[in-house]
């Protein structure tokens, strides 16, 4: 008999062909947690398996999976299982095992011939769990299944799965927009949070890691979503530069400015950071890059500091965007001028306009990314208020020189990306998302997933 189950077509790769790590993390209405349920269900129909079902802390079985793989059997009318109180088998000989890792660490350590291992709520998974598990799963072919709500990037889990992925490995983020049955009643709740809430909403929906110590996120309508490996360079489109004048690092970033649905959007596929640098070199690294571009080039950036004479001994007679203009010339570059504010705005005012335009009140994203541009993903990621503050933390000097990679956390990149946007759109109240918030709806079309 061949079963056939629904799953989001987002997780379908997950499932493909051999693999020894299986990981879905994302936040809560994702669905990831009933089609781990499925797939399991159907491994463990297909033929003899031992499937371990673990999280870090389980006092009973009431805190498994039991109940969600119980409830699955009994929605898809799947034959053969038997579903006890404290057990669940399959008439083939598969059976399905339920352990907390903290409390059952030498049972888990001594345990056998087990064929899939699948840790859910693996966020709370400490490394010595991991440490633990990982070897214990050892029979040919034998797979870890994880899920998780990511909390910390620093948490053992998200290290281990998120930012350093280990071989063999198939992992993929996925929240309520990827799942075709989110209900309606999670759908307000998640409407709601987001509007009076914006940071715990991307911690709590968007699966993004909770805020840290310090104060809330200075892009707090950032998302993974604002990343797109389809931003990239045209010819046939103008080009922006839009630039910071702090010489460690030089950070400049490069755009096209294209209108959608009558509304700018910023499509940023490339950034200059260079440390120790000046103008010239950054000029000029732009020019190898740029230098054959025939359909125009604006230069924007730091109103005060492009506007100022350069700091440059033999220089002293020209503004910055000036000398850009020069070294541009004498790259034999053709068609670029100068658009810039008479001024910078006040900061905070800046950055409000930036999150507006990052993610409007319709959830429309102007700001999006080519994932190649680290420093403007990380300082739009990583950035922070001090607490109590409309101040953003930044490392001082001494803290640079014990750690020079600190200067990566300075606010030059996210000036950049902001002073362009400010240009161009400057005149939006900041208020306006919160008076103009409406629920959104979706129609959703289940999909059917592969037998």
């Known amino acids: ?25 994302g936040g809560r209405g994702s669905s990831k947690s009933w089609a781990f349920a499925r797939m399991l269900l159907l491994k463990a129909y297909e033929k003899k398996r031992r499937i371990l079902c673990a999280r870090e802390l389980q006092n009973s079985i009431k805190d498994s999976v039991h109940r969600l793989l119980s409830d699955q059997i009994e929605l898809l ?5 038997q579903i006890g109180e404290s057990f669940l088998r399959h008439a083939n000989g598969s059976i399905f095992i339920f352990k907390g890792l903290r409390a059952n660490a030498q049972e888990i350590k001594s345990m056998e011939a087990v064929d899939i291992a699948w840790i859910e709520e693996a966020q709370a998974v400490s490394e010595q769990s991991w440490e633990v598990l990982i070897p214990t799963i050892r029979n040919p072919d034998s797979e870890i299944w994880v899920t998780l709500n990511p909390e910390n ?7 281990r799965f998120i930012e350093n992925p280990p071989p063999e490995s198939r992992i993929t983020k996925i929240n309520y927009w990827d799942n075709p049955w ?5 759908q307000k709740e998640m409407e709601y949070l987001r509007a009076v809430d914006p940071i715990a909403y991307e911690h709590v929906w968007e699966g993004e890691y909770r805020a840290s110590s310090l104060g809330g996120k200075v892009v707090h309508a950032w998302s993974f979503a604002n990343k797109d490996d389809s931003i ?4 046939n489109k103008r080009v922006y530069l839009t630039c910071d004048f702090n010489v460690d690092p030089m950070c400049w970033a490069i755009a096209h400015k294209p209108v959608i649905n009558g509304r700018n959007e910023y499509h940023f596929f490339h950034e200059i950071v260079l440390e120790n640098s000046n103008i010239v070199s950054a000029a000029q690294a732009f020019a190898h890059k740029y230098r054959k571009h025939r359909s125009g080039i604006i230069i924007t950036g730091d109103a005060n500091s492009g506007r100022a004479r350069s700091d440059m001994a033999d220089e002293a007679n020209q503004t910055r965007f000036s000398k850009i203009k020069q070294v541009f010339s004498d790259e034999g570059m053709v068609n670029f001028e100068v658009e810039t504010n008479r001024s910078n705005p006040i900061i905070k005012t800046r950055l409000e306009q930036f999150n507006w335009i990052v993610c409007d009140n319709e959830s429309v994203r102007r700001v999006k990314v080519h994932p190649s541009c680290t420093q403007i993903i ?3 990621e990583t950035a922070r208020y001090i607490p109590g503050s409309d101040e953003m933390w930044q490392p001082n000097a001494r803290q640079i020189e014990d750690r020079n990679i600190l200067k990566f956390q300075r606010d030059d990149m996210l000036d950049a990306v902001s002073y362009l946007v400010w240009k161009y759109d400057p005149k939006v109240d900041p208020d306006q998302g919160k008076k103009n918030q409406k629920v959104i709806t979706r129609e959703y079309q289940p999909r059917h997933s592969q037998q």
């Open 378 to 380: 990380n300082i739009c």
């Open 153 to 159: 990037k620093d948490d053992p889990t998200s290290q």
């Open 232 to 235: 990239l360079y045209d010819p």
């Open 77 to 81: 009318k799947l034959p053969g299982f």
């Open 182 to 186: 989110f209900p309606l009643e999670l």
């Open 1 to 25: 008999m061949t079963l056939q189950v629904e799953l989001p077509e987002a997780l379908y790769p997950i499932f493909k062909g051999q693999s020894r790590y299986r990981v879905a993390y």
